[in-house]
Nanobody, 114 residues
């Protein structure tokens, strides 16, 4: 079995920062893409950022210049550094890992509010 364990969510004021982590463990081999998605209440889940095994990255326009995705292949871990957070960034954030199939984390709440 494969497990994805997310951490780092929480409550932060506008302009603040958070760092999300997602570690994959279990019978998982040759991870290809890793990514972060988010889902706000009443909205569809959307891609925030993704990173390939070669460290090529892709970002949603709404987070470019504020969020940075990175990965540690030795640890099977993907990170999302979120700076200058805005209230509209409030959502449940999910990590996704793609190897022979897709795996999803359980989600972590990020709330940006004063």
């Amino acid at each position: 079995q494969v497990q994805l364990v997310e951490s780092g969510g929480g409550l932060v004021q506008p302009g603040g920062s958070l760092r999300l982590s997602c570690a994959a463990s279990g019978s998982i081999f040759s991870i290809n893409a890793m990514g972060w998605y988010r889902q706000a209440p009443g909205k569809e889940r959307e891609l925030v950022a993704s990173i390939t095994s070669g460290h090529s990255t892709n970002y949603a326009d709404s987070v470019k210049g504020r969020f940075t995705i990175s990965r540690d292949n030795a640890k099977n871990t993907v990170y999302l550094q979120m700076n200058n957070l805005k209230p509209e960034d409030t959502a449940v954030y999910y990590c996704k890992v793609v190897s022979k199939r897709e795996y999803w984390g359980q989600g972590t709440q990020v709330t940006v509010s004063s």
